[in-house]
């Protein structure tokens, strides 16, 4: 097991273009996260997958972003014409979802985002 | 809805001194948990300690310890014996009881360790 992986750790691109992310939550996570993190800020939450199913997005993620997880393992998060207030920290989570009294999320290292 | 408040930006401690890192909460809900993650510089979150809230009993880990106080919405961390290695940004979370298990975090607090 070695645990949640992001790729690419590192993103710079120029407005307008389409970044793709991809997270690889710990083997058998049936539920998998994605949040935002900016600069001296918490990680605000995006959305939510249990298995396949995208069960929960947030205010924040615009019609600009798009998050699959087509499988029920790795999952993608697509943002679409970046804009400069894209830029930040994408973290993606995975957690056993086997009891909610237990359910711990494990984070990945993140994918730092920068729009030119 | 909720909100976790980290309202202290910054703390320093000496190295094996004690410091205590404060967070509060509001929630209408009477059934939740709360949580202390851990974020190195440039290197991944990490849970540090979680606290039910239906639990009187303060939640306890090695050096690391939380003074939970329900009824004032306060959940503060304390590290005991700091270790050079404890320096990072410490962020208070909230869960709710429900089957969307997302986190609500505070803005986070950076902690420097002193040798």
């Known amino acids: 097991d070695t645990g949640v992986s992001q790729d690419p750790r590192h993103k710079i691109t120029k407005r307008g273009q389409n970044v793709t992310f991809r997270c690889d939550p710990i083997s058998e996570h049936n539920r998998l996260y994605w949040y935002r993190q900016t600069l001296g800020q918490g990680p605000e939450f995006l959305t939510y997958?249990?298995?396949?199913?995208?069960?929960?997005k947030s205010r924040l993620l615009s019609d600009r972003f798009s998050a699959e997880r087509p499988k029920g393992s790795f999952s993608t998060l697509e943002i679409q014409r970046t804009e400069q207030g894209d830029s930040a920290m994408y973290l993606c989570?995975?957690?056993?979802?086997?009891?909610?009294?237990?359910?711990?999320?494990?984070f990945g290292p993140g994918t730092r985002l920068t729009v030119l | 809805a909720q909100t976790v408040t980290q309202s202290q930006p910054e703390m320093s401690v000496q190295e094996a001194e004690t410091v205590t890192l404060s967070c509060t909460y509001d929630?209408?809900?009477?059934?939740?948990?709360l949580f202390w993650y851990k974020q190195p510089p440039s290197r991944q979150m990490i849970l540090v300690i979680r606290?039910?809230?239906?639990?009187?009993q303060n939640a306890t880990e090695n050096r690391f310890s939380v003074n939970f106080q329900k009824a004032a919405k306060s959940f503060s961390l304390k590290i005991s014996d700091s270790q050079l290695g404890d320096a990072a940004m410490y962020f208070c979370?909230?869960?709710?009881?429900?089957?969307?298990?997302?986190?609500?975090f505070g803005k986070g607090i950076t902690l420097s360790v002193r040798p």
């Open positions: 606290q039910e809230a239906y639990k009187q």
């Open positions: 997958f249990q298995n396949e199913a995208q069960l929960e």
């Open positions: 929630t209408s809900e009477s059934d939740y948990y």
């Open positions: 989570a995975s957690s056993s979802g086997l009891a909610v009294s237990t359910d711990t999320q494990y």
């Open positions: 979370a909230y869960r709710t009881t429900g089957a969307n298990s997302k986190l609500t």
